[in-house]
């Protein structure tokens, strides 16, 4: 028996931001339901505690109503199952921002969390491209490995299309760190999807297309 391909299926959008995307392959079956301009509420299960308490800090720093449920083959490590939520959420964020007309574009935000301080600045350019140096002091949070986190940035970027600097500047507790992260990444979500009322119905950017 051949091992299913991925398959994506994306629900039609509506004016407000929202996308439905599901990623189902022989490792992993997500489903990514968001809306960028929400309140922050989020319905989250991927098996691995720590990660959901992560993308609960993207829902709520964020603004963004998010929907994730994940089953992955967690009996052989968390890998699969981060990549491919960072891989369905950029798919979904590409179809709920639509032709980026309007939107800010660029965002940053610096997040402290006792002794840790991370920055994230994004730019919603078309271009994949991902900078991230976060010295995790501690292999594992819970049951999340701290390795994962690039992995699921880079996941995400690649399927955004987005280009995107996360630093952690300071920090000597890996839970502070990754939560700097996330959060700092949330604002700077935020910030770049933003309406920009003077811009108007215009994309930002001198080729006329992003």
Do not use: C, W
């Amino acid at each position: 028996m051949t091992a299913p391909s991925a398959v994506l299926s994306v629900s039609p959008t509506a004016a407000d931001r929202v996308a439905d995307v599901q990623r189902n392959t022989a490792e992993t079956q997500i489903s990514v339901r968001i809306n960028l301009d929400g309140s922050g509420a989020s319905k989250l299960s991927t098996g691995i505690g720590f990660f959901d308490h992560m993308l609960d800090q993207i829902a709520r720093h964020g603004l963004i109503d998010l929907d994730i449920q994940a089953k992955g083959d967690l009996h052989i490590d968390g890998h699969h199952t981060v990549e491919d939520v960072g891989i369905t959420l950029g798919q979904a964020f590409v179809k709920a921002v639509g032709d980026k007309k309007g939107i800010r574009r660029y965002g940053h935000a610096y997040v402290p969390l006792d002794e840790a301080l991370s920055r994230v600045v994004v730019d919603f350019s078309g271009r994949p491209g991902l900078h991230m140096r976060v010295p995790f002091k501690s292999g594992m949070v819970g049951g999340f490995d701290t390795q994962l986190a690039f992995e699921f940035f880079q996941g995400f970027v690649n399927h955004a299309g987005v280009t995107l600097h996360i630093d952690n500047l300071h920090g000597e507790n890996a839970h502070h760190q990754a939560e700097t992260v996330f959060k700092a990444f949330a604002r700077a979500l935020r910030m770049a999807l933003e309406r920009d009322a003077r811009l108007g119905d215009v994309i930002p950017s001198t080729k006329g297309s992003l």
